[in-house]
């Protein structure tokens, strides 16, 4: 069944970070898959985590930093990084801030991210 998607649901985080979660259990429903839109200022971090999901994410603008068990890894825009279920990260912003589209599945829950304290 096709379904047309008319906008996104906006959820509420600290930091100055927004997301726009336009497929997801938030927005749609949907438990299968998220689809989010992502804006996060110069010097945003969150908390690392041990998510229950794969994520995937494609980096429109600025700097996304993916700390992570072999080091660091710098994605910039035009660039793309995968994570799979189980692995610890931490993301955070670039000098410049950065704009992004993640996609989670099944889809992002927050108790599924086992973020740290």
Known sequence: MVRKIEGATR????????IDEYVGRVNSGDERISIAHMKAPAGWEEPAQTPEFAEYTLVLSGTVLVEHDGGVTEVGAGQAFGCEPGERIRYSAGPEGAEYVAVCL????????????
């Not at 959820?11 to 927004?18: D, F, L, R, S």
């Open 106 to 117: 099944p889809a992002f829950a927050p108790e599924a991210a086992r973020r740290e304290d």
């Open 11 to 18: 959820i509420p985080v600290p930091g100055g970070k927004t």
